[in-house]
């Protein structure tokens, strides 16, 4: 039987057993957060559960499933990435289908729904996954994708931060005021990291990177972000990090855990610690509001700011692979 589409106004799981998806995600052990300290497994399946449903849900949401192989894919249509690159994209959020699953069987599917986005004129195709994926990893070069960037995710502990973390005289860090997002956006623009995925990918215009970091920074002032946290020197704003609350995650899992979204310090700032003490500052006030653990994602070639959060007792948790697909190049 091939994939089908499953009408988002169909509760996801009333078309896909339940304990089908649960027993995917419990096999596999590639989805992120399995790690964090205070985890249970039966929870972090529960939250990826919601999580997944909720995706089926969302605007430019697509999913696809086939109960005979069984396998689900599910993906969204990147509308703000398309405005901004004037690149037609979509990310594969999920792929999943059993062990037992044997590896053409997942290519065939993987590229039948590849040629289905192709058809609708989508060029950029965009898949994030564990290195643990050893199913989806073994399918993603025969069906054309290329391997862009590995990142690695530390997570950090509020308290060993503050102890390791010192003062810097002549800066002060703190939320970010109303007025001050021209400055967070123009710093954003012109300092976002080289190892980013926009920046890595060839099929990104270069004249298009800046306008992605600048609307980043925008957007994180209007609901994207819970928390823009800055460092400032002489009033004007030196450095920045974007936060996410995941009180969801909280909710489902008790494990209460900030997420960092983006950070940045202006290059004439690099060098004297100021990465590392707003982050201790922002984890700080993570813990005055019962986040004790927060996590940082970057790029496995960002030694600087690797250094960094080590320097405050961040510690590897976790790591994943980012692949693309060109889906006009077949």
């Keep these: 039987m091939p994939l089908e589409l499953v009408p988002s106004a169909t509760p996801l799981f009333d078309a896909v057993p339940v304990n089908t998806v649960r027993a995917w995600i419990l096999d596999r052990k590639s989805l992120p957060l399995r790690t964090l300290p205070g985890m249970k497994e039966d929870r972090w399946a529960d939250y990826h559960l919601d999580d997944i449903r909720s995706l089926h849900q969302k605007s430019g949401a697509i999913t696809l499933y086939d109960p005979a192989a069984p396998c689900l894919l599910m993906a969204r249509r990147l509308d703000w990435d398309t405005r901004i690159l004037g690149v037609p994209s979509i990310s594969l959020d999920h792929f999943f289908f059993s062990n037992e699953t044997d590896t053409k069987t997942a290519i065939d599917l993987l590229n039948t729904a590849s040629k289905h986005w192709r058809d609708e004129g989508l060029r950029l195709l965009v898949h994030k996954t564990s290195p643990a994926n050893f199913g989806v990893i073994a399918a993603m070069a025969p069906c054309g994708f290329d391997l862009l960037c590995n990142h690695l995710d530390y997570v950090s502990d509020a308290e060993r931060a503050a102890q390791l973390s010192k003062p810097i005289d002549g800066y002060d860090f703190g939320p970010a005021r109303p007025d001050e997002e021209e400055q967070v956006a123009q710093l954003t623009q012109n300092n976002y990291a080289l190892t980013d995925r926009f920046n890595l990918d060839p099929m990104v215009p270069r004249d298009r990177i800046p306008a992605v970091y600048y609307e980043w920074g925008r957007n994180a002032f209007h609901g ?91 510690v590897i948790h976790d790591s994943l692979f980012t692949f693309r697909k060109d889906l006009q190049r077949d």
């Design 224 to 314: 994207h972000s819970d928390l823009v946290w800055v460092a400032r020197r002489g009033g004007k704003v030196v450095g920045i990090t974007f936060w996410s609350d995941r009180k969801r995650l909280e909710t489902i899992t008790g494990v209460n855990c900030a997420l960092n979204q983006l950070g940045a310090v202006d290059s004439r700032d690099a060098g004297h610690g100021v990465f590392r003490r707003m982050t201790a500052t922002v984890l700080a006030y993570y813990r005055e509001r019962g986040a004790r653990w927060g996590t940082i994602a970057t790029n496995v070639l960002n030694y600087p700011l690797q250094r960094s959060v080590q320097g405050i007792g961040c």
